[in-house]
């Protein structure tokens, strides 16, 4: 795990000297996600709340009550805090381009990472996944991208959907085989950085 760490940082700061007009990730697949995170549940957004962060400013921090477990070391029925950059607090309000937002109620699809102990989305909105549930009730996910968000080098990413039986096995499998897709990553973890 330390690792991949060490690899996201690299990937980050690589990305920094991107246009300031849009947030830039690295198009990763569903098993690149699944190897940087450490957690990757669904759940229901029970609670947000605004707070302050000495480095990042304003944040939101965002409570998931998990309904389906895919990766991290949670069970059904807990609650997962995580973070996303922007949000409002005492009436200033802070946006960050191309960052999740969720709305109470809603059933979501994230990627978790951490980040110097603290919780936040893998990539932005990259991270979220809305969910969608057909007439028999099998949930599906599509990639939740937001306005802003621009995928560096171009690189193509699945949206979906993806089944949540899919969705699973892919998460599983990325456990198994450590080894990156995306050729950054990739080289970045032969270094050693």
Do not use: C
Not at 95 to 114: D, I, K, P, Y
């Amino acid at each position: 795990m330390r690792k991949h760490r060490i690899v996201w940082g690299t990937v980050v700061a690589v990305l920094a000297v991107t246009a300031a007009a849009a947030s830039t990730v690295i198009g990763l697949s569903v098993e690149d996600q699944a190897r940087l995170s450490q957690l990757v549940v669904v759940g229901h957004v029970v609670q947000q709340r605004g707070v302050e962060h000495p480095t990042n400013g304003i944040e939101t921090e965002v409570t998931l009550q998990v309904t389906d477990v895919l990766k991290g070391d949670v069970r059904r029925g807990d609650r997962v805090v995580f973070h996303t950059r922007g949000g409002e607090l005492d009436g200033e309000i802070s946006e960050a381009v191309g960052e999740a937002t969720f709305r109470n109620g809603q059933r979501a699809l994230v990627f978790v990472e951490s980040v110097e102990g603290r919780s936040y989305l893998l990539g932005l909105s990259m991270g979220a996944w809305d969910v969608q549930e057909n007439r028999s009730g099998n949930a599906s996910f599509r990639r939740a991208l937001r306005d802003g968000l621009e995928i560096f080098g171009g690189d193509e990413v699945e949206m979906g959907p993806i089944s949540l039986r899919d969705m699973r096995a892919r998460v599983s499998w990325s456990e198994r085989r450590a080894e990156f897709d995306h050729p950054m990553l990739r080289d970045a973890a032969i270094r050693g950085r």
